[in-house]
């Protein structure tokens, strides 16, 4: 008999709400990814450098040159200086970083405090690891830290509190001014942080990203994760970075030796040339993805869904308790995708406990203007 380490884990949503659009043959809006191409000289990089025989295992940290770029960048952006053979990790994308940072710092019995409604290989890489998550809601409607809430779940077994800013799948976005009071706040205990910041690049109407790599204090304690799959739009590469001290890098690295020891090299390649030929990419990104947001929020204005222009990520969330109060979000999107040809993903599978009335889709708007255009038009007919 098998005794499984991770008994809830069953198939996500993200898979199941993709098989029924497949089945269905409804646009699929749900998983997040694009349904265009990065740029054409990134992937041409990729067969150059296959084709130059850049195919043996890279350095266990991470090809210098891309973590040269990678430094360079957040230098550019965030204004650290960082040693990037000290700092700077190469990862099999982010999802591998933040399992690496959470097994090398979770000891059996240690606490972890997630926000809800949290991305789902959090929870499963602090079990493997021993730990118990702790979840503590945002406060709706805005997605915000609930301070007092948090506060009240920090204690001496609190090793690790994990946040994302731009969140999935809200979008919201943590505040300069939060970080000081997160700083405040976990001052005199032993807590690191891993901050997820994937979607560092898709903040828009002008807002700053608050990187941790920005807060002298947080960063002190902190592992930052971010992803090129997200930045360039090649999510099927996986590869991605984690920035940390020297100290925190080290363990670190300890766990990524054995996990997957390397990223895969001729994609590592690729991106330094990518990135040193067009370091403008990440400012340009934020104006490209607002267009998409802003022409998807436009058209959806004339259906009977609500919602507020998401400050972040590429995901929009809409309220749908206007067309069917009467069902669940899963039952909603369920309803949506075989009903309407559209599939999204509901928000309550983010969640421990979802609020009872919680009644939002989250839209994944990294899609062509078309595909958008088709969405919005079946959208504005429900
Ligand atoms: C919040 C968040 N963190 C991490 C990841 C994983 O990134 P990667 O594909 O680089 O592993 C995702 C991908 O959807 C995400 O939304």
Redesign the pocket.
């Known amino acids: 008999m098998i005794v499984s380490k991770l008994p809830q884990v069953g198939t996500t949503i993200f898979t199941t709400m993709s098989q029924l659009a497949a089945e269905c043959g409804a646009l699929n809006l749900s998983q997040?990814f694009p349904d265009f191409d990065g740029p054409q000289t990134l992937r041409e990089a990729v067969c150059r450098h296959v084709i130059a025989g850049h195919n043996q295992y890279a350095p266990m940290i991470g090809l210098p040159a891309l973590r040269e770029q990678v430094a360079a960048k957040i230098e550019r952006c965030y204004g650290r200086r960082l040693d990037e053979t000290r700092e700077v990790t190469i990862t099999p994308?982010?999802?591998?970083a933040?399992f690496c940072a959470v097994q090398a710092l979770v000891q059996p019995g240690d606490e972890v405090i997630v926000f809800d409604p949290c991305?789902d290989?959090y929870e499963p890489a602090v079990q493997l690891a021993g730990g118990r998550c702790v979840h503590v809601p945002l406060s709706l409607p805005n997605f915000a830290i609930d301070w007092e809430r948090l506060e009240a779940a920090i204690n001496s077994r609190t090793r690790l509190i994990i946040l994302?800013s731009p969140h999935?799948p809200s979008g919201a976005l943590i505040s300069r001014a939060e970080l000081d009071l997160l700083a405040a706040l976990i001052r005199d205990y032993d807590i690191h942080l891993i901050s997820?910041e994937?979607?560092e690049h898709l903040v828009y109407d002008g807002a700053p990203h608050a990187s941790v790599l920005a807060h002298e204090e947080l960063y002190a304690r902190a592992f930052v994760?971010s992803?090129?799959?997200?930045t360039y739009h090649v999510?099927g590469w996986?590869?991605?970075y984690v920035v940390a001290p020297p100290d925190l890098t080290d363990e670190l690295r300890k766990v990524h030796q054995f996990v997957t020891f390397c990223g895969i090299t001729p994609l590592q390649w690729a991106l330094a040339d990518y990135m040193s030929a067009h370091p403008e990419h990440v400012d340009e990104l934020p104006a490209f993805y607002q267009s998409k947001r802003d022409l998807f929020c436009d058209l959806l204005k004339g259906s009977r869904f609500a919602f507020t222009p998401t400050p972040g990520t590429y995901f929009q969330l809409v309220d749908y308790s206007a067309i069917r109060d009467d069902l669940s979000d899963v039952e909603m999107a369920e309803w949506l995708t075989r009903e309407h040809g559209v599939a999204s993903i509901p928000v309550s599978v983010f969640y421990q406990e979802p609020p009872q009335d919680l009644r939002l889709l989250r839209f994944c708007f990294a899609k062509r203007e078309d595909t958008l255009r088709q969405a919005a038009e079946k959208l504005c007919r429900v």
Do not use: L, M, R
């Open positions: 997040g994308g982010a999802t591998e933040i991305y290989s994302n999935n997820d994937v979607y994760v992803s090129f799959g997200k999510t996986k590869t991605g």
